[in-house]
Structure formats: C-alpha cells, structure tokens
C-alpha cells in the first residue's frame, strides 16, 4: 500500500482522480436530492388534495343536524342495520322503499334535516339511520370517484388507537365491497392496529392536532379528526397506494442523474485541458529550472519565461530571486550560528556563575547540630529570576532569604544576583528582617530603569530560643510545621515588592519555634506549575506533598516536593522558576 503511495503519478491524474470521485459524489447528491425533492413534492400535494377531499366528506356529514346522533347510532347498532351499499337515487331501491315507509310513519318530517329523533320510534329511528347511511354512502362514492384517491372511510378508534372500526366506506366504480384486506370494508369492520406503528401515531396526532400524513409504507394514509363518540375518536381517513409514484420517483431520479452526471464530465474535461495547459506545463519548465539551479547552483542557467504573467510567471521571478538570494542566506545562516554557539556558551557561563552564587553544599553547616537546612532551585530558563540564601550571622543567629524577581532570563538573574549581594552585605549590619528589607528596597529602587521589581521573605532565627523574626515582601505564605503537628500556611502580613515604591517601611513578625519543628518557604513557581490541561498545583497539592514527608529532614520534604510538582505537570514545559527553603530547628 505505502508503495502505491508513493509511486510517482502526475498532478493531471490526480486531478483527474479527484474529479471523478467529484462527479460520483455529485451523482450521488443529486440522485437523493431528487427523490427526496420530489417525494416531498408529492407528498404535499398528497396532503393538500387529501385535507381537500376530507373537508368535503366532513362537510356532507355535517348537512344532518344530528350527525353526531347518527354516527354514535351507526357505532352502536351497527350489527342491527340493513344498509343497502352503493345505491343511486332511484325510485325501486330499498332505500327508496325505506325512506317512503319513514314519510309514511312521519308525515310532514323532513329527513335530512330531522332534529327530534329521540321522539321517533325505534323502528323509525333504525328506518332513519339506515336511510341517511345510504345517503351518506351514495354521498361519499361520488366524493371518492372525483379524486385520484384509493380508500376513503370514516373509523372510529378506541381511546390507545390500537382499533379501527369503520363506520362508512367508499367504493370506486365496479370496486368490491367486503371484509378482506384492500376491500372496501362494510359498516362494522374492525382491524387491529399493532402497538408503536406509524398509523397508531398518525391516529393520535391527528386526533390532538386536527389532522396528520402518515407514510406506512406501500400506502399513505391521511387522518382528520370529526368527533368524539364518548372517549372514542372519530376520524376520517384518506389512503394513497403509492407505489406507481415511487417508480415515478425514481425514474425521473435517475434521469435527472444521468444528465447531472453528464454535465459534470463535460465540465471536467474542459477543466482539465485548462489546467494542463495553464498550470501543468509551465510548472514542469519551473520544475526543470529548480533542478537545473540544484545541480550547476548557477542562477543564470535559469532561462524560462511564462508565457502568461500570472502566478506561475511571478513563480518562475521568484525562482530566479531565490536562486540568486541563497548564496546570502547561508553566508548569513553561518554567521548567525556562530553567534547563537557564542550566545548559548555565555548563558551556560551566567548559568553556572548564577548557580555558584547560591549555597549549594550540603550539609551546609555540618559541625552544628541544633539546626538542618536544605534549598533547592530549579529555573525555568538558562537563568532565572528566583534566589534563596542563608547565612550565619553569628553563633546564635541563622538568616533565611528566599525570592523571586519579575520577569524571566538574563535580565531578571542579574537583578537577583544584585539583590542576593545586598542581602548579604546588609544581613550582617542591621540583623533586622524588616530593616534589611527597607535598604534594599531603596538601593534597587534608585537603581531600577527597567522597573523590575522583587519579591522576598526574610528570616533570622535565634537558635538558642527557637524565635523566628521574619518580615515579607509580597512574597508567598510560608509553611510552618509544629513538633506535634503537620505543616499549615502562616497567613503573614505583606508588604509592598522590593523596588516598586521609594521609603517603604516593612513590619517584623515573630514566631516561636519549638524543637522539632520544621519552616518551609518557597516561591510562586510550586503552587502556581501547570499541567498539560492548564490546571495549577495550588497550596492544597504543595501542603499534601509536604505532609508525605513531614517525618523526613529538610532534604526529604523538599524531594518529595519536587517529586509531586514533576508528576502533576508531566510532559508540560516549566513555565516559572521553582526555588524552596526547609529549616529544621532541633
């Protein structure tokens, strides 16, 4: 199959190809466009003659007065009745001889448009139902022999629609009367309805909607909704054999997507000759140019000139400028790898001086045994903007800084390194969190066109008492870990970043450490790492980690830190630095 693939075959043929599969799709389009338009089409000039045809019956219904009487009459004595089918208007039918007897009994009553029936006898009563029946039936004979229908009838359904009783019928010229399937069915006839059919749900809509077009198949059947005979729906009802239409359907289907189908490959033909002769070629002899520029790399061996100035003759410039343009480019790729190896070899460098900078030989204060600390930074970049430092101010006295600068790379680690260096410059001169923390905001502020700004947090904890003097710069809430408890967020109060505002005065907090606790900082970079669905770690995730390993030194609970940060983001890219500090007073 791969092979197939790559064998070479002209853009003509591939073209061609597509063409093809175009017009078989377009075949295919038309070929159910056209029967579905034209099956819509006739179904709703089926639905419009039959609502036509349906108003028409409901209307000759309607000429009795009491219609209702007789239909629910018809219903309910409907194995007493003697009708006599399809009759015309004669003076020897029974019916004739039927509606005679009635005058007889009840002389001055009109028939069609009697009113007190109740009053009548019930021998007139039966005498008058089986007259109008007749009626009603001669009525609807003419009704359906004027119109291109198959069936038209009147049924009453029970109240779930799964019977049809059929209160009148009527028949087509020479068309037989009876009880079998396609006959025209005789007053009582009753046919089950199968639970879920489209004619259940036609009956039921056109009873709640006034009428419906239900397709069953070989038939169309159109109901109308008339009356109630108590909860029992009384309905008339129209069906269509389709199937001479639906040959009509497909004939004129098939025509029309014969004649589309034609269209289209004349269509193509003409189309493909415009595009060999246009397009093909010429790209041939700009292919030819290419490879001849390949080989001899001499731009003046490339000699064709379009015929057209259009796409293809800008192409064949371009080609010629390209040629002529290459021999500069890679002069300049040269130079411009050169420059970046240099680049990448100074960042290494800064990368390395950064590293040097900060505390990173553990144990840091091997000959003392009544604290532990450990620290960590992972950048983002080469360089980064996070630093973290400790010092021993005296015996008694260990200073914590950690912080983070705005802004990434080579900008930001040179303001961090000037901040680590006035930290530790200052540490050992005021000792005070809060103090120190004011003179380095003045010194970066006089000192910061580029506005860049920092935030820290800075500590000195007395080692003989276990107080914690601290003072932050909009930095992170630290962590703090009791002898008897598990790490938990110290909601300190902040002050405004290092370098943002002249004069800024900073307030110092204690905390009174007890043996066996343990004080976690960190920068934004751990609650804030993101995975490959842009979720962050967050407080929540980074104080779990911690608690993991609350029993470990400072060096376990900042792997374990690391360890949960890398799972969450996975694969994802770092996007900030990520430094921490853990002391352990013991």
């Not at 198959?150 to 009783?165: A, E, G, M, N, P």
């Not at 008492?465 to 630290?478: D, K, Q, V």
């Amino acid at each position: 199959m791969k092979a197939f693939f790559r064998r070479k075959t002209s853009i003509l043929s591939q073209v061609a190809s597509l063409f093809l599969i175009s017009i078989l799709v377009v075949g295919m389009i038309t070929w159910f466009s056209q029967e579905a338009d034209t099956d819509n089409k006739i179904m709703k000039q089926m639905e419009d003659t039959a609502k036509s045809v349906a108003y028409e019956v409901m209307l000759a219904v309607k000429e009795y007065p009491r219609y209702k009487w007789l239909l629910r009459y018809w219903y309910e004595h409907s194995d007493e009745m003697d009708i006599e089918y399809d009759v015309e208007f004669t003076p020897d039918t029974e019916t004739a001889r039927k509606t005679a007897l009635f005058e007889e009994h009840n002389p001055g009553v009109d028939m069609r448009y009697a009113v007190d029936l109740e009053a009548l006898s019930e021998e007139d009563q039966k005498l008058y139902a089986e007259v109008a029946y007749s009626w009603m039936i001669t009525r609807v004979n003419e009704i359906r022999r004027a119109y291109p229908i198959d069936f038209l009838y009147c049924i009453v359904t029970d109240k779930d629609y799964l019977s049809q009783f059929f209160l009148f019928s009527a028949a087509g010229r020479n068309q037989e009367r009876g009880d079998e399937y396609e006959q025209v069915y005789r007053l009582g006839k009753t046919v089950e309805v199968e639970e879920g059919s489209d004619l259940q749900e036609g009956m039921r809509v056109a009873q709640k909607y006034a009428s419906y077009l239900a397709n069953t198949g070989k038939y169309v059947d159109y109901y109308i909704y008339l009356d109630s005979i108590g909860q029992c729906p009384v309905l008339i009802g129209l069906t269509y054999n389709q199937s001479e239409l639906l040959d009509y359907i497909h004939q004129e289907a098939v025509r029309d997507t014969q004649l589309a189908v034609l269209q289209q490959v004349i269509l193509s033909a003409l189309c493909l000759f415009l595009i060999w002769f246009f397009i093909l070629r010429p790209l041939r002899h700009v292919q030819g140019d290419i490879r001849t520029y390949t080989e001899t790399k001499d731009s003046s061996a490339i000699r064709y000139k379009p015929l057209l100035r259009n796409e293809i003759g800008e192409l064949s410039d371009d080609v010629v400028g390209m040629a002529r343009e290459i021999d500069d480019y890679v002069n300049r790729i040269e130079s411009i790898t050169a420059e970046k190896e240099r680049i990448s070899a100074e960042l290494e460098l800064a990368s390395s001086i950064q590293m040097h900078m900060l505390p990173s030989t553990f144990p840091a204060f091997p000959d003392r045994t009544d604290f532990d600390v450990y620290a960590s930074m992972k950048p983002a970049k080469e360089v980064g903007g996070d630093f973290y430092d400790f010092q021993l101010i005296d015996d008694d006295h260990l200073a914590l800084v950690i912080g983070d600068v705005s802004g990434k790379g080579v900008p930001a680690a040179l303001v961090m390194m000037g901040t680590d260096i006035l930290f530790r410059s200052l540490i050992h001169t005021y000792k005070d969190p809060a103090m120190v923390l004011e003179r380095m905001n003045n010194a970066i502020f006089n000192h910061n066109k580029e506005e860049m700004f920092v935030t820290i947090w800075l500590g000195v904890l007395e080692l003989s008492t276990g107080t914690l003097t601290a003072a932050n710069a909009g930095h992170e809430y630290p962590a703090w870990k009791k002898a008897d408890g598990s790490f938990a967020l110290i909601k300190d109060k902040h002050g405004v970043v290092i370098g943002a505002i002249e004069n800024m005065k900073y307030k110092d907090y204690t905390l009174q450490l007890q043996h066996g606790d343990k004080f976690f900082v960190y920068t934004d970079g751990v609650p804030e790492a993101t995975n490959a669905d842009l979720q962050l770690f967050k407080n929540d995730r980074m104080l779990a980690a911690l608690q993991s390993a609350e029993d470990g030194t400072p060096h376990e609970i900042l792997d374990a830190v690391s360890a949960a940060v890398q799972e969450f983001t996975g694969e994802a890219p770092q996007f900030d630095d990520i430094t921490m500090i853990c002391v352990e007073y013991k």
